[in-house]
C-alpha cells in the first residue's frame, strides 16, 4: 500500500513538473521571468472556535526566494521559497505534581516555522515605478514546534522558563489563502527593487487530536517584506 502511494505521488509530481518546464519554455511574446530575494517580518496570531480568547501577536522574521512570470497585459503567476515563523502569545496555566506553577503571571509563546510555498497571481499598472495586487495559495510545512512557558514557585514567583518540543503532535501541513499589496521600482535596467505587504488566513487547522485537541485553531498573520528581483530577460 505504501509503495503505491508513493508511486502513485510520484506521477503527480513528474506530471507537475513537467508542466512548469514546458510553461518555462514557452517563448510568448512579451514574457519576463525574474527571479529574486526577499527578507522581512511577521506578525502572526490565531483564529480559534473556543479557546485563545485575547491572544497575543507573536513577530518573527520572513525570508526566501521567489520566481515571477511575467504576462503581457501586466498578468503574472508567481512562487515563493520562504522560512516563515509564525505563532502566537496566551496566558496558559498548569501546575506540575511539585506546585510548580507554568503560566500565571506571564505570557506562554507558541512558536511555529514552517517552510511555505505561495503561489500568487496578479495584476500590475506603472512603468518604472509599478504597484501590484495579487492573489492566491500558501501551503506549508510544519519544520519546528515549542511552547515557552514560564515557571513560578508555589508562591506565584518567576523562577524561569521552561521549553517544550510539541513537533510531534501539531499538524504537519498548513494550506492558507492570501492577498499581497505592493510595489516595485526598476534601478537598473534588469534590477528591481520591491516592498509588499501581504495578509494571510489558513484554511486548514494545525490543533488534531494530539495537539490543542479542544478548539479548531488556524494561523492568520501579516508579512511586510522589501526584496530585489532579476529580469532574465527583457521586455
Known sequence: MANYKKTHIMRHLKKLLLIILTGISMNLAGQVHSIGIQFGSNLTNVTSDNSFE???????????????YL?????????DLLYSQQGFKYKLTYTDSNGYLFGGSADSKLYYDYLALPIKFGYSIGHKLKGFAKVGVCPS?????ETTMPLEDSKGNLIGYQTFDDKENVSKFDLGGLIELGADYGILDNLKLFTSVSFRQSLTTFSNSLYLN??????????????????LNKK
Open 54 to 68: 485575547g491572544s497575543k501577536f507573536r513577530s518573527g522574521i520572513i525570508g526566501g526566494f521567489n520566481y515571477e
Open 71 to 79: 504576462f503581457k497585459d501586466n498578468f503574472s503567476l508567481g512562487a
Open 141 to 145: 510545512i510544519l519544520l519546528k514546534a
Open 214 to 231: 479542544e478548539s479548531t485553531t488556524r494561523h492568520y498573520g501579516f508579512a511586510f517584506s522589501l526584496g530585489l528581483k532579476y529580469n
